[in-house]
């Protein structure tokens, strides 16, 4: 999901201060601030445990650079990503894809970069989405293909067209309902009409929804039938509705009692809608930055983020999110992890700053931001992610782990449950056992040939005789061919 063009501009504002020329007004105001970063308490304590913390992460072998593997390939942010005619297409700041010249926005056939015609005069895409088979690209520009084209245009394969007059402001996201385009942003017209902040596109003309929002719209998704809008609005229709709202065809309606702070980002996973953004309340529920509604009530995923979310996306049967956060569930991810529906995982070392975009394509996943790195390796805005799940898969053995290593445990302290992740890359036997501070073996929960790849096990706090252990330290420890290592965690009751 797209995030709001005001949360971009402060993310690239380094950037654009070094490429303003004289005379150029920035138009879009921001009008609100960044919730303070807000730590999870025990966090320290987690990482004073973490012997191998700055160890080299074997999950970084997932990560893979071909898409853009030097600055050059892409030199300025990606905001947007969509898949359009087989191809991956990216919108953003750029103004070069795979080293040749592409006006902020780039189609990518798994091999190469190619432009989509002349592109974009001005600053940016911000938005992209499929269309009565056509493209539909938003974002800040008043030219698409060098045809008047005010902050949104079509493209249908060969050039670009204007959808009538366009909007007076930036457009931040797009989606489709009932068979109709569906722009929001910081606009107050769409086509000449009044449109406060969201309008909708039979084909022909614009019109608005109701009364609209009296703030910014950042986030679009269809629901249950019903439209989902999330941004920095307190009312929509005239009617109080906290940062989230829904649509029915007819009226708008507020969606539970809504976030005390931005929302940016929508998903479906494991039977629930998720919302994300810089709020830490949902529906009076406390929660940092990621919430889950199961049809009547908001509910908080784990310990969720350290900092903004800022898109969502559901792939290997997992929740992903990217954003401006460097922990997650309280442990160290770097702008980008992943949830499982009980815990939180980092994906390997991460990427070095903000990720704005997650899009599924060709059986990966691709993150597009402003970082540099990705893994570990150079991967200017754009990287892949691959999880390898069997060896039928193309390319498995680049994706094995390089070395064996046991991973500290997550949560960690806990009181119920936590997990333990391994890797190995070669198939052989694997023993992971509990201990307690004397030494006595309590719990057994691998003892048992393994083919390569990585282990996730989950402990329910219990011995091998099913009974409650008591609160204090432990001792896991891994043999696996010539590693036998040994993590401590805490257990509270």
Not at 429 to 445: D, E, F, M, P, T
Request: proline share 3%.
């Amino acid at each position: 999901m797209v995030t709001d063009l005001v949360i971009r501009m402060v993310a690239a504002f380094r950037h654009l201060m070094s490429q303003l020329k004289g005379g150029l007004v920035v138009r879009v105001a921001i009008s609100r601030t960044l919730l303070a970063l807000s730590l999870i308490g025990f966090h320290g304590i987690a990482r004073a445990v973490d012997c191998d913390a700055a160890a080299v992460d074997p999950d970084d072998a997932y990560w893979d650079n071909s898409i853009s593997p030097s600055n050059a390939d892409m030199n300025r942010p990606v905001y947007a990503l969509a898949i359009y005619d087989g191809k991956l297409i990216a919108g953003g700041y750029f103004n070069f894809a795979g080293g040749v010249p592409a006006n902020h926005i780039a189609a990518w056939d798994g091999n190469s970069w190619s432009t989509l015609g002349s592109g974009m005069d001005d600053w940016q895409v911000s938005a992209l989405m499929v269309y009565d088979d056509k493209l539909i690209a938003g974002g800040t520009f008043t030219s698409a293909g060098g045809v008047a084209a005010n902050n949104v245009a079509s493209w249908d394969g060969s050039s670009w067209s204007p959808l009538d007059s366009g909007m007076n402001d930036y457009v931040s996201d797009l989606t489709v309902y009932d068979n109709r385009l569906i722009a929001a942003g910081g606009f107050s017209t769409a086509g000449g009409v009044a449109a406060s902040h969201i309008a909708m596109w039979d084909g022909s003309s614009w019109s608005p929804l109701g009364s609209g929002m009296n703030g910014f719209v950042s986030a679009l998704t269809v629901y249950n039938n019903k439209l989902i809008a999330g941004g920095g609005f307190s009312t929509a229709g005239g009617v109080a509705a906290s940062c989230i709202a829904a649509w029915d065809g007819s009226s708008w309606m507020p969606f539970g009692s809504g976030m005390n702070g931005g929302v940016y980002g929508f998903a479906e996973y494991d039977d629930k809608f998720i919302a994300a953004g810089s709020f830490t309340s949902a529906g009076g529920v406390a929660v940092n930055r990621i919430a889950a509604w199961d049809g009547s009530a908001w509910s908080p995923l784990g310990l969720g983020l350290g900092y903004v979310a800022l898109c969502l996306t559901v792939y290997d049967n997992q929740l992903f999110v990217g954003g401006a956060f460097t922990t997650a569930g309280g442990m160290p991810a770097s702008y980008i992890a992943s949830w499982d529906g009980s815990f939180w995982s980092r994906l390997g070392s991460g990427v070095s700053y903000d990720v704005y975009a997650l899009q599924v394509f060709d059986n990966q996943l691709i993150t597009g931001g402003d970082f540099t790195f990705a893994g570990g390796k150079v991967s200017a805005r754009l990287a892949t992610w691959t999880k390898a799940v069997s060896t039928d898969v193309v390319g498995y053995q680049d994706y094995l782990p390089q070395t064996r290593h046991l991973s500290q445990n997550y949560p960690n302290p806990f009181n119920s449950a936590t997990r333990f992740e391994y890797a190995v890359p070669t198939a052989g036997h694997v023993a992971l056992s509990i201990y307690n501070a004397l030494g006595r073996r309590v719990r057994v929960l691998v003892d048992e040939d393994v083919p390569p790849g990585r282990g996730v096990i989950t402990w329910d706090g219990r011995d091998d005789h099913e009974h409650p252990v008591a609160s204090g330290m432990y001792i896991y420890r891994l043999r696996a061919g010539d590693l036998d290592q040994s993590r401590r965690m805490l257990i509270l009751k």
